[in-house]
T-cell receptor, first 114, second 116 residues
């Protein structure tokens, strides 16, 4: 119930391609869905986040699509660049819960080839 | 310059030794967290603290201990009871659950712990 399942585990695309990373959850109380980007040897950094009242959110080349009925959300990276090569984590939380702790997916290692 | 600092960047532990990882934040956040990261495992929550002088166990607290005596500091001790301590340790902070908002967590740069 508390898990967030993320796929694929790794992804290789050519420069300019549109990698898509998917996440699925079970807990219908989750109402906050952030994505984090992590470069090797660094801490994760918040990339973009969405709440269930919208189906899509875009920030620059990064877009989150959210499907509440399917309990799925995904990250799309438009016009991907080699500098986007990193590990991406989705997460979810119940912000109205007593702790509001984030539950993280296991991560997707993205490699963008020049 | 606001943010979260972790030290040291690398730490070596000998058999039977306790080691302490430092985490400091100047964001005035109430909540702080410790995660362990292993390859292919994502981030697993060790301990978290929503307020000074209070902390709770996360999913993998065995072999670890914490304290929260000051708002800005949340040190993690890896005890000798932790038999497989080699990992990347991440500290994070957020405004606080009491704020009732989605918990955006901000991460430090991490400490890599290695066993000699």
């Amino acid at each position: 119930q508390q898990q967030v399942k993320q796929s694929p585990q790794s992804l290789i695309v050519q420069k300019g391609g549109i990698p898509i990373i998917n996440c699925a959850y079970e807990n219908t109380a989750f109402d906050y869905f952030p994505w984090y980007q992590q470069f090797p040897g660094k801490g994760p950094a918040l990339l973009i986040a969405i709440r269930p009242d919208v189906s899509e959110k875009k920030e620059g080349r990064f877009t989150i699509s959210f499907n509440k009925s399917a309990k799925q959300f995904s990250l799309h990276i438009m016009d991907s660049q080699p500098g986007d090569s990193a590990t991406y984590f989705c997460a979810a939380s119940d912000s109205g819960g007593s702790q509001g702790n984030l539950i993280f997916g296991k991560g997707t290692k993205l490699s963008v080839k020049p | 310059d606001g943010g979260i600092t972790q030290s040291p960047k690398y730490l070596f532990r000998k058999e039977g030794q306790n080691v302490t990882l430092s985490c400091e934040q100047n964001l005035n956040h109430d909540a702080m967290y410790w995660y362990r990261q292993d390859p292919g495992q994502g981030l697993r929550l060790i301990y978290y603290s929503q307020i000074v002088n209070d902390f709770q166990k996360g999913d993998i607290a065995e072999g670890y201990s914490v304290s929260r005596e000051k708002k800005e500091s949340f040190p993690l001790t890896v005890t000798s009871a932790q038999k497989n301590p080699t990992a990347f340790y991440l500290c994070a902070s957020s405004i606080g659950s009491l704020a009732g908002v989605g918990e955006t967590q901000y991460f430090g740069p991490g400490t890599r712990l290695l066993v000699l």
